[in-house]
């Protein structure tokens, strides 16, 4: 079954961006959208984002003006960049798969996440 | 934004009970509302897609119902593995939107 692997640098300094990559293996990234999800520890789930194969792109208006999400489908992964961090940022970082069944979508496969640490 | 009002954020419950967890959400949403399952350290798992479908291979013990902007999550015969935290989500409105969470616990 399709497997969804994060990858990042685990720790990022105030102000700086962050970079994460969310490799897809077993299955295409073609025809889905991917989408990024947070969570804080002990806290609740934060939609970033989703992008098509296309790479259209929709984000959260929290974050819109320091998220860019993209897509390479030669090496089926997905990347988010977050510039400008601050404490708030620190989280876990979740990739998950789109599922669109004609009128509806889930997320049927999830990444295991990958942590961030914020911090001088 | 949409909210999903989740209730209760916590409650006890033993193995054989009947657990019932509510969103409401803040406009319409058709009933394009997910439940996932979460254990601790763990990715999220679906539940329940489009208010009331189980996900394949999801125990036949979780129920998914509607009644307007209202959502339900019932599990009946609480099992052992079944002691997790639970969210919902809207993927009607842009940004999706998750709930705050409901732990299950002992």
């Known amino acids: 079954q399709v497997q969804l692997q994060e990858s990042g640098p685990g720790l990022v300094k105030p102000s700086e961006t962050l970079s994460l990559i969310c490799t897809v293996s077993?299955?295409?990234?073609?025809?889905?959208?991917w989408s990024w999800v947070r969570q804080a520890a002990g806290k609740g789930l934060e939609w970033i984002g989703r992008i098509s194969t296309s790479g259209r792109v929709d984000y959260n208006p929290s974050l819109e003006t320091r998220v860019t999400m993209a897509i390479d489908t030669s090496k089926n992964q997905v990347s988010l960049n977050v510039n400008s961090v601050n404490v708030a940022d620190a989280a876990m970082y979740f990739c998950?798969?789109?599922?669109?069944?004609?009128?509806?979508?889930?997320?049927?496969?999830w990444g295991q996440g990958t942590p961030v640490a914020v911090s001088s | 934004d949409t909210q999903m009002t989740q209730s209760p954020s916590s409650l006890s419950a033993s193995v054989g009970d009947r657990v019932t967890i509510t969103c409401r959400a803040s406009q319409p949403v058709s009933n394009y509302v997910s439940w996932y399952q979460q254990k601790s350290g763990k990715a999220p798992k679906v539940l329940i897609y489009?208010?009331?479908t189980l996900q394949s291979g999801v125990p036949l013990r979780f129920r998914g119902s509607r009644s307007g902007t209202d959502f339900t999550l019932t599990i009946n015969n609480l099992q052992p593995e079944d002691f997790a935290t639970y969210f919902c989500q809207q993927t009607y409105n842009l940004p999706w939107t998750f709930g705050q969470g409901t732990k299950v616990e002992f």
């Open positions: 998950a798969r789109v599922f669109y069944n004609g009128y509806e979508s889930h997320f049927d496969y």
């Open positions: 077993r299955g295409s990234i073609r025809s889905y959208y």
């Open positions: 489009a208010a009331s």
